[in-house]
C-alpha cells in the first residue's frame, strides 16, 4: 500500500516536471533564439520584399539573419561609393565639436547632456539651394560614439549618418566628413544616429536652413526648433516665449522643427499660410484661421504669418502656452487656445505634377505596424511588429533604382507611429482610403495614427541601403525598424563591432 | 517538506498578485489624479512631452509603475503561481492558478486595447476585481487543504 502511495507521487512528481518543461522549454527556446549576434549586418536582417518584382539574384534570403540577398555572382557597388563630387569645393565649411557636458539653458536650468560647440540645440547651419555643404564632426568627449543624420535631406547613401549601416560611430578623439549638396530649399535638422534614442534626447541636434536661390525680399525668417530637456519645453533652446521683431503687414517664416519623439501642433493668434512641410514647398497653399497644424515627430512645418495692419504682435503656440511672439519686442500677445480643428493636408492647396506616376508602380509594399508579445533580443515584452514579424526578422524592401515604389503604411499596434524614411521624399496618395486632393504632400516623417493607413508613393532615385524607421526613437530601439535597400548595393559597415555601432 | 515549501509558495505568491492588483489600481488612479492637477494648474501635455522621456508631474511615476507591474511583474508571478501549483497537492491549486493567469493575460490585453477603444479600459477595471477575487481564492485553496488533512487516514 506505501509502495502504491510511494509510485503515485513518484508519477505526480514526474507529471509535474513534464507540466513544468512544457512551459519553460518553449520559453527559454523563444529567448535562446530571440538573441542577437555582437555583430551583424543590416543587409543579413530579416527577409527580402521584392514588392511583387521579379528578384534580381534570386530570393536566398529569409528567415532571421541569414544570407543576404545579393549572390555572389550579382555585380555589387559598395554604398562608400554615393559621395558628392569630391572635387568640388565646399559653400557652406562647418566644423562641430561634441562634448558630453553639463550645460545652461537660457533661463538658467542646468542639462546635462550633450552639446554641439558647446551649445544644445547645436548651431543652425545655413545654406542656399545649390550649395555643397561640408561639415567635420569632431568627437570631444562622448563615450558611446556619435554620428549625424541630415534629417529630410535626401543625401547620397555614404553620408546619411547611421552607425553600423553607412558609417562607423566617430569615437572619442575621431572625426568624420559629410558633404553634401544642398539641392532642395526648405527647413531640415541634423542629429546623432548613434544610440540616437538618447542621443537626441540629450540634446546632439540642430537645425539645418536651405534658403532658395532667390531669396524672399521683405520676409522674416525665423527658426523655431522644438526641443524638451528634461521636460523643459523649449524653443531655440530657450524656455518660454522666443521674441521676433516684425514691422506691421510684413510677412514672417516660422520655421517650426520638431525634435521631439511624439506629435506636438502649432497654432497662431492670426491667419496664416503653411508654406511647406518636412522641406518641400506646399502647391498654392491658401490662408487659413482658428485651426491647428499637426506636426508628426522629426517633421517640419513652415509658417507664414502676415503682421496686422494696426501694430498689434502675433503669437505662435508650439503644443502649448509657449512659442514664438511676433511683432514688437515689448509688447506681450495674448495666449490662443487650441483651435479643436486640425488643417488636413490631404485636401490643403492645389494639385500639381508629381514628377512620375504612382498608378504604375514598379513595386509594391506593406509596412503593417502591430504589437504582439515575444522576447527582443533576450528581453520579454510586447513589441512592435512589421508585417507581423518582430525585430531582426522584419522585411528588406528591395528596390533597383529608378522604380515607382508604393506602399501601404497601416498602423494596428494600438499607438501612433511618426515613420521616417532615410533618403527620399514620399508623396501621399491616400488616407484610409481617402484620396489626396490637395497639393502634393510630400513627406520624409509621416505621422500614422492607431488604426489610420496610409498609401505613399516614391522614386528611387538615391541608391543606398537606407532606414525606414519610426521616429518615436525609443520605439525604433524596440525594433520598430526595417530597411529599403536598393539591387547591388552593399555595406561594408556591420552593427555592433568595435566602435559599438548603434543607430537606434 | 518540498511539499509545504511548495504549499506555502504557492500561497505567497497568490496574494502577492491580489496585492499587486490592488497596487495597480492604486497607482493608475494616483497617475490620473496627478495629471489632472497638473492640467489644472495650467499644464499641457502633448504627445511630445509625453513622449519626451521626462517626468511633467510628479505622480507620472506611478503610470511607468502601472506598465511594468501590470507587463512584466504580473505575468511573470503568475506563470511562476501556475509552475508551483502543480507541485502542491492541493485541491484545484492548478485550476486556480491557470484561472489567474488566463485573466492575467485577458488583463494585459485588455489594457493595451483599450488604448484604441477605450470603452475596453472600462473592462480592464472590471477584470482587475475578477483578477483580484481569483488571486485570493487561489491563496485560499491551501487553507482548505490543511483544514481537510486531518480528515484523511493516517497509516504508519
Ligand atoms: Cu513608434
Redesign the interface.
Given at each position: 500500500?506505501?509502495a502504491t502511495r510511494r509510485r503515485g507521487a513518484r508519477i505526480?512528481?514526474a507529471?509535474?516536471?513534464i507540466?513544468?518543461l512544457a512551459?519553460?522549454g518553449p520559453l527559454l527556446w523563444l529567448w535562446q533564439s530571440s538573441l542577437m549576434p555582437g555583430t551583424y549586418s543590416v543587409m543579413d536582417m530579416g527577409y527580402a520584399d521584392h514588392g511583387g518584382a521579379q528578384a534580381m539574384h534570386g530570393s536566398g534570403h529569409s528567415g532571421h539573419l541569414a544570407a543576404g540577398p545579393g549572390g555572389p555572382s550579382a555585380p555589387t557597388r559598395s554604398l562608400n561609393e554615393f559621395i558628392a563630387d569630391p572635387d568640388r569645393k565646399a559653400d557652406v565649411d562647418v566644423t562641430l565639436v561634441a562634448r558630453k557636458q553639463r550645460f545652461k539653458l537660457a533661463t538658467g536650468r542646468s542639462v546635462d547632456g550633450y552639446t554641439l560647440n558647446g551649445t544644445s540645440p547645436g548651431p543652425v547651419i545655413n545654406a542656399t539651394a545649390g550649395q555643397l555643404v561640408q561639415v567635420r564632426l569632431v568627437n570631444e568627449s562622448v563615450p558611446d560614439g556619435i554620428t549625424l543624420h541630415w534629417h529630410g535631406v535626401d543625401v547620397p547613401n555614404s553620408v546619411d549618418g547611421v552607425a553600423g549601416v553607412t558609417q562607423d560611430a566617430v569615437t572619442v578623439g575621431g572625426s568624420h566628413v559629410y558633404r553634401f549638396v544642398a539641392d532642395q530649399a526648405g527647413t531640415f535638422w541634423y542629429h546623432s544616429h548613434q544610440v540616437s534614442h538618447e542621443q537626441v534626447?540629450r540634446g546632439l541636434l540642430g537645425a539645418l536652413v536651405v534658403a532658395p536661390a532667390q531669396a524672399h525680399a521683405g520676409t522674416t525668417d525665423v527658426v523655431a526648433l522644438?526641443h524638451?530637456?528634461?521636460?523643459?519645453?523649449t524653443v531655440n533652446g530657450r524656455e518660454g516665449d522666443v521674441r521676433v521683431d516684425a514691422s506691421p503687414g510684413s510677412r514672417v517664416r516660422v520655421r517650426v522643427i520638431?525634435t521631439?519623439?511624439?506629435?506636438?501642433?502649432v497654432w497662431a493668434g492670426a491667419p496664416f499660410r503653411l508654406l511647406a512641410v518636412d522641406g518641400t514647398d506646399l502647391n498654392d497653399p491658401g490662408p487659413v484661421r482658428g485651426t491647428a497644424v499637426p506636426l508628426t515627430?522629426g517633421g517640419r512645418a513652415d509658417l507664414e504669418v502676415t503682421m496686422p495692419e494696426d501694430g498689434s504682435p502675433v503669437r505662435v503656440h508650439i503644443?502649448?502656452?509657449t512659442g514664438l511672439v511676433l511683432g514688437s519686442r515689448s509688447h506681450d500677445a495674448p495666449p490662443v487656445p487650441r483651435p479643436t480643428t486640425n488643417l488636413d493636408l490631404l485636401g490643403y492647396g492645389t494639385p500639381a505634377p508629381l514628377g512620375f506616376d504612382p498608378d504604375q508602380p514598379d513595386r509594391r509594399f506593406t509596412y503593417e505596424i502591430g504589437?504582439r508579445p515575444g522576447f527582443l533580443d533576450g528581453m520579454?515584452?510586447?513589441w512592435w511588429t512589421v508585417n507581423g514579424h518582430m525585430f531582426p526578422d522584419v522585411p528588406m524592401f528591395v528596390v533597383a533604382e529608378g522604380d515607382v515604389v508604393r506602399m501601404r503604411i497601416s498602423n494596428q499596434s494600438?499607438?501612433?507611429h511618426p515613420m521616417h524614411l532615410h533618403g527620399h521624399h514620399a508623396v501621399v496618395l491616400s488616407r484610409n482610403g481617402v484620396p489626396a486632393t490637395g497639393s502634393p504632400w510630400w513627406v520624409d516623417s509621416l505621422e500614422v495614427p492607431?488604426?489610420d493607413s496610409f498609401e505613399i508613393a516614391f522614386l528611387a532615385d538615391n541608391p543606398g541601403i537606407w532606414m525606414d524607421h519610426c521616429h518615436?526613437l525609443?520605439h525604433a530601439a524596440e525594433g520598430l525598424v526595417a530597411h529599403l535597400m536598393y539591387e547591388g548595393v552593399t555595406t561594408p559597415f556591420t552593427v555592433g563591432g568595435p566602435n559599438h555601432n548603434k543607430p537606434e | 517538506m518540498g511539499k509545504h515549501l511548495m504549499k506555502l509558495a504557492y500561497k505567497i505568491l497568490a496574494y502577492f498578485i491580489a496585492v499587486e492588483v490592488a497596487v495597480q489600481a492604486s497607482m493608475v488612479v494616483l497617475g490620473d489624479a496627478g495629471l489632472f492637477k497638473y492640467i489644472e494648474q495650467g499644464g499641457v501635455l502633448d504627445k511630445a512631452a509625453a513622449e519626451s522621456g521626462a517626468i511633467q508631474f510628479p505622480e507620472f511615476f506611478a503610470f511607468i509603475v502601472h506598465g511594468i507591474n501590470g507587463m512584466m511583474v504580473i505575468p511573470a508571478v503568475a506563470l511562476i503561481l501556475l509552475i508551483v501549483s502543480f507541485f502542491t497537492k492541493i485541491p484545484r491549486a492548478v485550476g486556480a492558478a491557470g484561472l489567474v493567469l488566463g485573466l492575467v493575460v485577458l488583463q494585459v490585453a485588455l489594457g493595451l486595447l483599450g488604448h484604441s477603444i477605450p470603452a475596453l479600459g472600462a473592462l480592464h477595471g472590471v477584470n482587475a476585481l475578477l483578477l483580484f477575487s481569483a488571486a485570493v481564492y487561489a491563496a485560499r485553496r491551501g487553507r482548505a487543504a490543511v483544514v481537510s488533512t486531518p480528515a484523511q487516514p493516517v497509516r504508519v
Open positions: 500500500m506505501n505526480r512528481l507529471l509535474a516536471g507540466a513544468t512551459i519553460i534626447q522644438l524638451l530637456y528634461d521636460g523643459a519645453r520638431n521631439e519623439n511624439g506629435q506636438t501642433s515627430a503644443g502649448g502656452p504589437r520579454p515584452g510586447i494600438g499607438e501612433t492607431d488604426g518615436n525609443p | -
